[in-house]
Structures are given as structure tokens and as C-alpha cells.
């Protein structure tokens, strides 16, 4: 049972306009969130994460939103650039729990 | 400076063999992950090591596999009698004891065929 979900499996934006990547997850006892890109052939890096007594997070063209009653998140990239193709995972962790649970991903394609 | 090193970077196995992956974390990160990311899956979580000991190894799918950290810096994973099933990529994770962001540095995987 998959307790964070991407349910976009990809997503094509043209370059200079809004990318926005959604994650829901299922587990009430989350209060961390995170998201993380990967290129081919090399491991996850770490992007802009989100506690859960905030409902935004901004750092340059990256924005996490999150919504606790409806437990979902969202990450905006605007605008977005050629550089910013790739796999975005969004993740979440337990308060003291330093384990990260990952979603599948959604792959990112950012269009000429 | 250097980040999270794995090797191999590619290793292909029979079926039934023994393997060991190997994880160098970041120098003075305390904490190290062991995840599995198979075919169209993100990153699953396998054991987490803080200094010398397994925190938490829920995550290992059955005795076939162990991991070891004895210095509290390099860590190997074992697997035993591989099947098929174990195909993935192996990722290792450091971060800092107490960090807060929960940030965790990947490495760039190791990723096991079994034929």
C-alpha cells in the first residue's frame, strides 16, 4: 500500500512556463515532506522540503505547497527551464523518524 | 569535497550467487541509508545505521540480506542466494546526525543484475 502516491507518471511543459508536480499521501503521521530530483545514472539530490506547520516553502524557482486536510503537495517550478528534466520524487518522513518514505516519481520533460 | 561513493557501479550476478555492495558515506555524516529503487519505483527504504549500529532495519525484504557498518563509516550491504527478484539499483544515503531537514546525500547507486 503505497502511502505517498504520484499519480502522474509524466508531465511535458513548455520551457518559460509554470511545471507543477502533485503528491498525495495517506499516512496522518507524516509532519515532513520532501522532494527530490534525479537525473539518469546518478542518485536522488535533495530539491526543498516542507515541515508540517507551514503550508508554503519558497526557495528561487521552486515552491512547496502543502495542504494537510487534504494531504497533498504540490511543487512548483516556475519558470521552468531545460535543465529542470528529470524525475521528481516527492517524499515524507514521521516526526523522529529518520526514515523517508519515497513516491514513484513523475518524470519531467521541459519542452524547447 | 566528496560526496556519498558506491561500488561497484554496475555488478551482474548468477542466479544463487553471494554479492556485496559497498557505501562510502560523506566524511562526518553519522547517519547511512540503505534504499532499493527497482524499475519504475521510487527509492525503497532497506536499513538505517546511526554510528556502528542498524537504527532501524525494517525494510530488509528477508534474511537473505544484512548489512554491516563496523567503524561507523563505510557500510557494506549482503545479499545471499540472489534471485532474479533482487535486480535493482542499490542506493546508499549519509546525512547528519540531528538534521533536522532530514536531508539525506544519495550516492549514485550500484545496479545488481542477477541473470
Known amino acids: 500500500d503505497q502511502q505517498v502516491k504520484q499519480n502522474s507518471p509524466s508531465l511535458s511543459v513548455q520551457e518559460g512556463r509554470i511545471s507543477i508536480l502533485n503528491c498525495d499521501y495517506t499516512n496522518s503521521m507524516f509532519d515532513y515532506f520532501l522532494w527530490y530530483k534525479k537525473y539518469p545514472a546518478e542518485g536522488p539530490t535533495f530539491l526543498i522540503s516542507?515541515?508540517?506547520?507551514?503550508d508554503k516553502n519558497e526557495d528561487g524557482r521552486f515552491t512547496v505547497f502543502l495542504n494537510k486536510s487534504a494531504k497533498h503537495l504540490s511543487l512548483h517550478i516556475v519558470p521552468s527551464q531545460p535543465g529542470d528534466s528529470a524525475v521528481y520524487f516527492c517524499a515524507a518522513s514521521g516526526w523522529g523518524d529518520d526514515k523517508i518514505i519515497f513516491g514513484k516519481g513523475t518524470r519531467l520533460h521541459i519542452l524547447p | 569535497g566528496a560526496g556519498v561513493s558506491q561500488t561497484p557501479s554496475n555488478k551482474v550476478t548468477e542466479k544463487g550467487k553471494y554479492v556485496e555492495l559497498r557505501c562510502d558515506p560523506i566524511s562526518g555524516h553519522t547517519a547511512l541509508y540503505w534504499y532499493r529503487q527497482s524499475l519504475g519505483q521510487g527509492p525503497e527504504f532497506l536499513i538505517y545505521f546511526q554510528g556502528t549500529g542498524a537504527a532501524d532495519d525494517s525494510g530488509l525484504p528477508n534474511d537473505r540480506f544484512f548489512a554491516v557498518r563496523p567503524e561507523g563509516s563505510v557500510s557494506t550491504l549482503k545479499i545471499q542466494r540472489t534471485e532474479r527478484g533482487d535486480s535493482a539499483v542499490y542506493l546508499c544515503?549519509?546525512?547528519?546526525?540531528?538534521?533536522?531537514?532530514?536531508?539525506?546525500?544519495f550516492g549514485p547507486g550500484t545496479r545488481l543484475t542477477v541473470t
Open positions: 544515503a549519509s546525512s547528519l546526525q540531528g538534521s533536522f531537514s532530514h536531508e539525506q546525500y
Open positions: 516542507i515541515s508540517s506547520i507551514k
